[in-house]
């Protein structure tokens, strides 16, 4: 940010880590006992890694009053997705579209892959590690509104 900074930047905008338990890779590989089917270690750290991306964004702020940085949060809106699908009008949070929906990402992902699902938009997982396109849709609308800072 600081380097951004001496080249000029007075608007920037940075995402904080998503739920990095709930991603089915992660469920997959380290066990879902907790938070909601989330593997909680890797939710806590991606929380304190967070909390800590916030502070810095405080103090950056602090440091240069013409500075307008935003942290979007990734976190809650991806959580919500996953906790309550339906919400948004997906059926399926736990399992990715592609192949067995568990661990598979890049290039053993892709729609002609043995199990790969024939309508990705009532998943909330496209792959292992990244959400659906229709997924996306929903995430970017809430991350919009807490970049209208950054436009005004």
Not at 72 to 87: E, G, K, Q
Not at 94 to 117: D, F, K, M
Not at 125 to 133: A, M, S
Request: proline share 5%.
């Amino acid at each position: 940010m600081q380097r951004l900074y001496g080249l000029g930047a007075r608007r920037i905008g940075v995402t904080s880590l998503p739920p990095m338990g709930c991603l089915p890779a992660s469920v997959t590989l380290f066990g879902g006992g907790g938070g909601g089917g989330c593997v909680e270690r890797l939710n806590n750290d991606s929380l304190t890694f967070n909390a800590k991306l916030q502070a810095a964004s405080d103090a950056a702020k602090k440091r240069h009053s013409d500075l307008k940085l935003v942290v979007f949060d990734i976190y809650n809106p991806l959580l919500n997705l996953v906790a309550d699908p339906m919400s948004a009008g997906f059926f399926e949070s736990r399992r990715a579209c592609c192949g067995t929906g568990t661990i598979e990402t890049s290039v053993l992902c892709h729609q002609g892959a043995p199990g790969t699902c024939a309508n990705a938009t009532g998943y909330v997982f496209w792959d292992g590690f990244h959400p659906t396109d229709a997924a996306n849709k929903v995430l970017a609308d809430a991350l919009l509104l807490q970049g209208l800072q950054l436009i005004s």
